[in-house]
């Protein structure tokens, strides 16, 4: 299956804003931007929940991915490679996103995250902090490239995340607060090549998977 050619933007679930009762963080959840960016289609290639996109009939009809052209772009590599490096950040971010939150130390965020994410995990993870809570949390991932922008520069991946575990507990007692289990939702991310390096910087949730 190809990927298809869209103009610039994506993926990326939710919001950025907790649930009350039993609320994870945006890490257990994957809760990563805010309402308003969820079920908007803009010109300028706004994402919308259900994988379409600003002027998306401007793909090309045979559905081929176009070669990376964007600008800093490695000009010698396939687009089967671009999509290789692209699922790697994407698994890092993973990784780091956990470790983030179990840590209460959003700075290795910077290494694999752009705005507008990177502030609103950022400040998730700092208020978390604040209330002297942490989080833990055991995510099944299952991505996949399924589109990306025109000239190339960005990238979406569609993500069936299952959350076996996600648990509060306090920083000082260690005692467990709260939490919850078995929620599995399919996420859309966005992937832009910044700084030489994929970094996720939009994300949304669609449908149960």
């Known amino acids: 299956m190809h990927s298809r050619s869209v103009r610039s933007s994506p993926a990326g679930i939710g919001h950025a804003v907790r649930k009350r009762a039993g ?82 130390d959003p700075s290795p965020l910077a290494q694999v995250a752009a705005d507008p994410l990177l502030t609103k995990v950022t400040n998730d993870v700092e208020a978390t902090k604040a209330k002297g809570e942490i989080w833990r949390f055991v995510n099944i991932s299952n991505p996949r490239v399924y589109a990306r922008s025109q000239d190339g520069a960005k990238v979406f991946v569609i993500d069936c995340m299952r959350t076996l575990v996600g648990y509060r507990y306090s920083a000082k007692t260690g005692k467990r607060l709260g939490g919850r289990t078995g929620s599995a939702y399919v996420y859309r991310t966005g992937l832009k090549y910044v700084d030489s390096v994929w970094k996720v910087y939009d994300s949304v949730q669609d449908n149960q998977c």
Do not use: E, W
């Open 23 to 104: 609320r994870a963080p945006l890490a257990a959840l994957l809760i990563l931007t805010c309402a308003s960016a969820c079920g908007g289609s803009h010109a300028n290639g706004g994402f919308n929940p259900d994988g379409k996109f600003g002027n998306a009939n401007n793909a090309p009809p045979s559905g081929l991915p176009p070669s990376p052209t964007g600008p800093g772009l490695p000009s010698t590599m396939t687009p089967k490679q671009v999509d290789a490096a692209v699922i790697q950040a994407y698994r890092k971010f993973q990784q780091t996103y956990q470790q983030v939150y179990t840590n209460n």
